[in-house]
C-alpha cells in the first residue's frame, strides 16, 4: 500500500517551460487535491477534484490547470512556468469530508 | 479564508506543556491538525467535528468551540519528537465542504 504517490520529486524550469506534476493514490480515495507551500504561507489549495470527473479552483489556481485523469490520478500543470511558483508542491487525497488528508511526499520545483 | 493560528512560535524545554490555537470567522463544519517535520509531509493528527465527534490519535488532545469558531490543541509533556510545525485546517458550513483550507503554521521547538 504506497498510499500517495508524486513525481519527480525534484525539478529546475527556466521560465515559460511547461512541466506537469503527477499524483496518485491507491486508497480508493473520491477526493484529491493539490497545495503548494511556501516560506511563512502555510499550505495553500491550488485546486481540488471533490470526486472522479470534477475539478475545482481553490485559493491560488492562476498559472496551473489539472486533470483528474481517474479515480487514481491527479495531475497539474504549468503551462509557462514562472519563478514566482518556485515552491514545494503536496498532492493529498481523502475519502470523504470530515476524514483525514493524506499527502504525498511533496515535489520541490525551482523556476529560474 | 485562511484560519488564524496563534502563537506563530513557540519554544519548550522536554517536559513542558504548550496550546495551539485556531480561529476561523466562518461557522466552521470541522477543525483538522497536522503536523509537519522539516522535508516531511504534514502527519494527521486529528479531526474535531461539529456536533462533538473527535478522530485522531489517542495521546493527542484538542477541543473545538463551535459557537466561537475555535480550536485548541493541547500538548503536555512535550518530547523532543513533538518539534515541528503544527497547521490547522478548516471546512466551513455553507461553502464548497470538499475543500480544507489551512492556517500559515505554528513552529514548535522543543528543546532537551
Known amino acids: 500500500n504506497a498510499g500517495v504517490t508524486q513525481t519527480p520529486k525534484f525539478q529546475v524550469l527556466k521560465t515559460g517551460q511547461s512541466m506537469t506534476l503527477q499524483c496518485a493514490q491507491d486508497m480508493n480515495h473520491n477526493s484529491m487535491y493539490w497545495y503548494r507551500q511556501d516560506p511563512g504561507m502555510g499550505l495553500r489549495l491550488i485546486y481540488y477534484?471533490?470526486?472522479?470527473?470534477?475539478?475545482d479552483k481553490g485559493e491560488v489556481p492562476n498559472g496551473y490547470n489539472v486533470s483528474r485523469l481517474n479515480k487514481r490520478e491527479f495531475s497539474l500543470r504549468l503551462e509557462s512556468a514562472a519563478p514566482s511558483q518556485t515552491s514545494v508542491y503536496f498532492c493529498?487525497?481523502?475519502?470523504?469530508?470530515?476524514?483525514?488528508?493524506?499527502f504525498g511526499p511533496g515535489t520541490r520545483l525551482t523556476v529560474l | 479564508q485562511q484560519p488564524v493560528q496563534s502563537p506563530q512560535a513557540v519554544i519548550l524545554r522536554e517536559g513542558e506543556d504548550a496550546v495551539i490555537n485556531c480561529s476561523s470567522s466562518k461557522a466552521l463544519y470541522s477543525v483538522h491538525w497536522y503536523r509537519q517535520k522539516h522535508g516531511e509531509a504534514p502527519v494527521f493528527l486529528m479531526i474535531l467535528l461539529k456536533g462533538g465527534e473527535q478522530k485522531g490519535h489517542e495521546k493527542i488532545s484538542a477541543s473545538f468551540n463551535e459557537k466561537k469558531q475555535q480550536s485548541s490543541l493541547y500538548l503536555t509533556a512535550s518530547q523532543l519528537s513533538y518539534s515541528g510545525t503544527y497547521f490547522c485546517?478548516?471546512?466551513?458550513?455553507?461553502?464548497?465542504?470538499?475543500?480544507?483550507?489551512f492556517g500559515k503554521g505554528t513552529l514548535l521547538t522543543v528543546n532537551p
Open positions: 477534484s471533490a470526486s472522479e470527473g470534477t475539478t
Open positions: 485546517g478548516t471546512e466551513t458550513i455553507g461553502g464548497s465542504n470538499y475543500k480544507l483550507t
Open positions: 493529498a487525497s481523502r475519502q470523504r469530508v470530515g476524514n483525514e488528508q493524506f
